[in-house]
């Protein structure tokens, strides 16, 4: 499929993503929080749980992968990316490796993933990948995030969508302004603002097709550390944001749950939504931990769980589907 008719299927309503790419550390961090042994074979069979889940497809458009995922099978030997293939459901894979600390930067990141990227998307894509994902993850503080942080991930990000579109893999570009810390709404439309005009600029230098990539962004949102937001405050502040920031021809803009919990996420998702009807873009949702711990922690790595939690997962994807179209 070409990208961009592959872009417009992923953003369509009423679907969206679901971002199952914990690395094996996030995973193992979320595991313990619900006393659950993370293991090569425990997380194989969380995933599977997942993608097996009936109805799925109904609201999820595609579900991006972890490196360790989309090698993973079943213990029939049938690969778990052909579970989701079946659904009719993109498969994607989450091509970054992590951030490591800017020397000298007072705890700004960059992210790392360039090495053997074509070979790596050769890979991906003889296993069934259509679709790749890059997270830059920026803090705000005094005086943060700084041009340099800005500048040096923008780059990043456009060299890994340039390599994408060479592979014919579309590219999900995540610039992340984290809600760490106790900064106010304003300031994270500052930071954000920031970010995106600079990612804008060297996706344009780089002579990336905007049509051919998936935006996926934060929300404006105060710090985890201070007063919650009204959705009203939350929508109006986005909005004014992506006006002034994203071209028109970007395929769509899939909006991350960061630290947001499901009922946050969505009741702010279902507010830019009502108050987004102007703009040019299809939005949705790219979410993670908002879909997933409600699950999780119904699931408990107990088989005789299983139905339970995958109830909860179709509970929970149907509400972000619906808070995507307005009408939550």
Known sequence: MELEKLAQKIVASPRGILAADWSVGTAT??????????????????????????????????????????????????PLIEIIKNKGIEAGIRLDIGQEEIPGFGGEQMTFGLDRIRERLSEFKSLGASFAKWRAAFIIGRGKPTRQAIEANSILLSLYALFCIEAEILPIVEPDVVMDGNHSLSDCQKATEEV?????????????????????????????ESE??????????????????????????????????????????????????????????????????????????KEENRKKAQEKLIESVKIASLARQGKL
């Open 29 to 78: 961090k979320k595991f313990a929080k619900f006393g659950i042994n993370s293991t090569e074979e425990s997380r194989r069979e969380y995933r599977q749980m997942l993608f097996e889940t009936e109805g799925l497809e109904e609201y999820i458009s595609a579900v991006i992968l972890h490196e360790e995922t989309i090698r993973q099978k079943t213990k029939e030997g049938r």
């Open 228 to 301: 919650k937001a009204l959705p009203n405050e939350v929508a109006l502040a986005t909005i004014s944001v992506f006006k002034k920031t994203v071209p028109v021809d970007v395929a769509g803009i899939a909006f991350l749950s960061g630290g947001q919990s499901l009922d946050e996420a969505s009741k702010n998702l279902n507010e830019i939504e009502k108050r987004a009807f102007d703009v040019p873009w299809q939005i949705t949702f790219s979410f993670a931990r908002a879909l997933q711990e409600p699950v999780l922690e119904i699931w408990q790595g």
């Open 196 to 224: 995106l005009k600079t990612l804008f600029f060297k996706l344009l230098d780089y002579g990336v097709d905007r049509k051919k990539i998936i935006l996926k962004p934060n929300m404006i949102l105060p710090g985890i």
